[in-house]
């Protein structure tokens, strides 16, 4: 694979391979991806430079990192997904350090698309808080549905006359229409199957 093919397969999986130096200066083995060449502005392949200016969030990182480059052939490590402002935007990124062939291998991955689990999360926390907002909404039927139904229940006890018995009758099935729909509402049967 040539240098040229090899830089655009980088580029196009949104990644940046950058090389330490045992003097802890570093340098791109390939070109700075578009989400990343703002940060990176003046620096070229094969240039040295440090990253603390650009690269402040991976600070943590490459203490760890050491770790893996001191261990030699093939030792690695592996962040976790981090968000981090490059150029101003938020950005979700990922850091591997890597030892290949007796080199010191930062490479830097923006994380996209299904990769991002962002979206995902923040998807399930309203979901969880749409749910949490339907079980309080359900608690306040609850009580008031239960004084209903046993006035109702009174009602069919007392004496009327045909008139009224059917009127109290039609009442009862209403609002035993109502307590079956609160009752069948997903957020009330989770709160019978946790008590």
């Known amino acids: 694979m040539t240098d040229a093919v090899?830089?655009?397969?980088f580029?196009?999986?949104?990644?940046?391979?950058?090389?330490?130096?045992?003097?802890?200066?570093?340098?791109?083995?390939?070109?700075?991806?578009?989400?990343?060449?703002?940060?990176?502005?003046s620096a070229q392949v094969g240039e040295r430079h440090t990253l603390a200016g650009?690269?402040?969030?991976?600070?943590?990182?490459?203490?760890?990192?050491?770790g893996?480059?001191?261990a030699g052939a093939h030792a690695s490590i592996v962040s976790s997904p981090f968000a981090a402002t490059v150029d101003g935007d938020e950005v979700l990124?990922?850091?591997t350090a890597i030892t290949v062939g007796g080199r010191a291998i930062l490479v830097?991955?923006?994380?996209?698309?299904?990769?991002?689990?962002?979206?995902?999360?923040?998807?399930?926390?309203q979901h969880l808080?749409?749910?949490?907002?339907?079980?309080?909404?359900?608690a306040r039927l609850?009580?008031?549905?239960?004084?209903?139904?046993k006035a109702v229940t009174e009602l069919q006890a007392a004496p009327f006359a045909a008139t009224e018995g059917a009127l109290v009758e039609r009442l009862a099935a209403a609002a035993a229409a109502l307590q079956a729909a609160v009752e069948a509402m997903p957020s009330v049967q989770a709160g019978k199957k946790s008590s």
Not at 108 to 124: H, M, N
Not at 129 to 136: F, G, I, P, V, Y
Not at 142 to 149: E, G, V, W
């Open 6 to 9: 090899l830089a655009d397969l």
């Open 11 to 41: 580029q196009a999986l949104n990644l940046v391979a950058i090389e330490r130096q045992a003097d802890h200066t570093y340098y791109l083995l390939t070109p700075a991806p578009a989400w990343l060449s703002g940060a990176l502005a």
């Open 54 to 66: 650009a690269f402040p969030f991976l600070d943590d990182f490459l203490h760890q990192a050491d």
């Open 68 to 70: 893996a480059w001191q």
């Open 93 to 95: 990124l990922r850091a």
């Open 108 to 125: 830097v991955e923006r994380l996209v698309g299904a990769a991002d689990t962002r979206p995902i999360l923040q998807k399930a926390r």
């Open 129 to 138: 808080l749409d749910s949490e907002q339907m079980t309080r909404q359900a």
């Open 142 to 149: 609850l009580a008031p549905m239960s004084a209903m139904t």
